[in-house]
């Protein structure tokens, strides 16, 4: 098939290739699926679409600011005619499935959408662009050799957003947009970054090994995430603005790994801690830890962070009485009631 060069020859050929290739967005998405599958790659799923000859022939007759046209020639310059998303659960699968299509496909060009943007310092569009080409047999797109195709990997949660966001945006005519709506945009999208760290926080957690997982580092943003796996609903999530001072303590601490926080939070400790402490209430997440912490570090712990938090004085005059009070109860040796490092010592002094 001749190249078109000519609006009217696109249309001849675009039309050409659709009936030949009927079932295009079918063979795409079973033959990816079938790559990822066999390369053992979680994922949500896998969908494709041809373009529409409307959606084709304003693309192709764009024009560049100069007045050229954009594409001199549409049909090999255009990649995403025929185009295929996959979706993951978690932002940490998106590298597998590149490596899986780089195995199969030639990729022509790779652009990062969620990198550039996070490089910009801002939020917004999240997603991982790859241009491919069936340069070797695949099964399934025999017919399709030398055909060049787009493929966006995002997650569930960054699909979600711009799906939202394109209908917002694009499909309500040239109307400009409420200031409001913009910010809500850009303030949604931050809380989209946060939740997929969340989930690739949980998934490492569950999917176990010290490598995989317990090395991962805490953070403000991760601790609730991790804190559901580990506790469970057992203890209400405490104000998120603790979570700062929670991984202040931890750090102070020398605990700053999911693995490290995994053994602090030992069944048999929390029970203890619960029945010397005697709550009122059941405990929130970042009140357990701090008498955690206070059991196994004792006099350490007071030293290292009675100055802390936003109640600090208060804090500094209670910790001694809740470690006395371990100490009656026999969940604390002598040991832990004086500090152990010598700077820690002098700053007692």
């Known amino acids: 098939m001749t190249a078109p060069t000519t609006i009217n020859d696109l249309h001849h050929h675009y039309r050409d290739w659709v009936r030949a290739h009927p079932a295009a967005a079918e063979d795409f998405t079973d033959a990816i699926e079938d790559l990822l599958v066999d390369a053992g790659v979680t994922y949500d799923r896998v969908t494709c679409r041809v373009k529409k000859w409307r959606s084709l022939k304003t693309k192709a007759t764009s024009l560049t600011p100069g007045g050229e046209l954009f594409y001199r020639q549409p049909w090999k310059e255009i990649n995403d005619i025929v185009g295929v998303r996959v979706t993951t659960f978690c932002s940490t699968e998106i590298p597998q499935v590149i490596e899986v299509l780089r195995e199969a496909f030639t990729v022509l060009k790779s652009v990062d959408k969620t990198a550039q943007t996070r490089i910009s310092g801002s939020f917004g569009y999240g997603s991982h662009h790859l241009i491919c080409r069936i340069d070797t047999a695949v099964d399934g797109l025999a017919d399709y050799a030398g055909f060049t195709f787009e493929v966006q990997i995002r997650t569930v949660l960054q ?106 939070l030992d069944d048999r400790d929390i029970s203890a801690v619960q029945q010397s402490m005697r709550y009122r209430f059941v405990p929130g997440q970042v009140r357990l830890i701090d008498d955690l912490l206070l059991r196994r570090f004792g006099a350490d712990h007071i030293i290292k962070t009675k100055h802390t938090g936003m109640r600090a004085k208060a804090r500094a005059e209670r910790l001694p009485a809740r470690l006395e009070q371990m100490r009656i109860d026999g969940i604390v040796d002598d040991s832990q009631l004086r500090a152990d490092s010598p700077a820690d010592t002098a700053t007692q002094q």
């Open 159 to 264: 699909h979600a957003w711009a799906e939202f966001e394109h209908d917002i945006r694009y499909k309500r005519g040239s109307a400009v947009l409420d200031p409001r709506i913009d910010r809500a945009f850009t303030l949604t999208a931050g809380l989209i970054e946060l939740a997929d760290q969340q989930f690739d926080q949980i998934a490492a957690i569950q999917d176990g090994g010290v490598g995989a997982s317990h090395d991962v580092q805490l953070t403000a943003e991760t601790l609730p995430g991790v804190l559901a796996v580990l506790v469970g609903n057992r203890f209400p999530r405490s104000k998120s603005e603790y979570y700062g001072w929670l991984e202040e303590i931890l750090a102070l601490n020398g605990i700053t790994t999911v693995g490290e926080l995994k053994d602090l």
